[in-house]
């Protein structure tokens, strides 16, 4: 049985993309970067230089590289003077691989041309494609199932931050939940009032950045001059799992007890599981829901209180 037509495009726009890829980065000249190093053999010297006391087994795991084409590069470059080995403490079997001061002195020049050609690759870009290859660069790893951690940071919103919150809403809810234009109607109001009329002093947005591109946010707004509302927290797909959600939230609580706040209100819906997670760990309750078809597919809205004191 032939592949679905859909699923046969696909495929052939991956290896269209791999095949463009492994061009734009040399990939395939007999020296990676103008060096005497293939791809492979540089990889083992990156892996190499960020740790020392690795073994060769967890090498090969961590590079997914056959064991014997991995005993072969680190004979290479253990024969140039690049490689020390000193037994391991644990497994008198195993040896502890690191690179000499020759083989750091080696990778050096190759790490700063991959830093100088990859600058080269971006700096035509405006700084907005720049950011839109780092995050497409970041789908492709999450989806695929590359581990990602640190660093991301929070921060205050800026000029071009609220618009990107009302297309990413708009964008990630639609494909994952099936909301409609509604839903990003209603979000642009929200954003929009927040930077007509915020006060800063009892007022926010935070803004999570990982790698310089945005992946989260969420707005602290006053309802009140006892309750404060919790709206929009978002997190990109690429960047779940790393607990920023959990920051974003504990940031508004924080915030609402120093400026005086009693409680914080949040309106969310059923389907948003996650989310609804992290405000039960951070202590809201569920004090009311609803059934609504406010954004097209039926779902059950719902309100959450936590009391500040």
């Not at 020390?84 to 020049?109: E, K």
Request: hydrophobic share 45%; with cysteine.
């Amino acid at each position: 049985m032939g592949q679905p037509a859909a699923l046969d495009n696909r495929i052939a726009a991956v290896r269209r993309f791999s095949r463009f890829y492994t061009r734009v980065i040399g990939a395939l000249h007999d020296g990676l970067l103008h060096s005497s190093f293939s791809l492979a053999e540089a990889r083992v010297l990156y892996e190499l230089a960020q740790r020392a006391g690795v073994t060769a087994t967890e090498l090969g795991r961590e590079l997914d590289l056959d064991p014997g084409y991995l005993s072969r590069i680190l004979q290479r470059i253990e024969r140039d003077g690049l490689l020390a080995r000193t037994p391991s403490p644990i497994d008198r079997r195993q040896s502890l691989l690191s690179l000499t001061p020759a083989g750091h002195d080696a990778f050096a020049p190759l790490d700063a041309r991959s830093r100088e050609e990859m600058g080269a690759l971006l700096a035509p870009l405006a700084e907005s494609a720049q950011a839109s290859v780092v995050v497409a660069m970041g789908c492709i790893e999450a989806l695929l199932g590359a581990p990602r951690s640190g660093p991301w940071l929070l921060r205050q919103h800026r000029s071009g931050d609220i618009g990107w919150v009302v297309g990413r809403h708009g964008a990630l809810y639609a494909e994952e939940y099936g909301f409609d234009a509604r839903f990003e109607a209603l979000v642009a109001r929200v954003a929009g009032e927040f930077l007509a009329l915020h006060d800063p002093v009892r007022e926010r947005c935070w803004v999570a950045e990982y790698d310089g591109v945005n992946v989260g946010s969420v707005f602290l707004v006053r309802q009140s001059d006892e309750e404060a509302k919790l709206r929009l927290l978002l997190v990109e797909p690429a960047a779940r799992g790393l607990g920023i959600g959990r920051r974003l939230v504990a940031e508004c609580i924080s915030f609402a007890r120093e400026t005086g706040y009693r409680r914080i209100a949040l309106w969310t819906n059923e389907v948003l599981v996650a989310a609804r997670a992290i405000y039960q760990q951070a202590g809201f309750r569920l004090v009311a829901s609803k059934p609504h078809s406010d954004f097209g597919p039926p779902m059950v809205g719902e309100d959450w209180v936590l009391e500040l004191r």
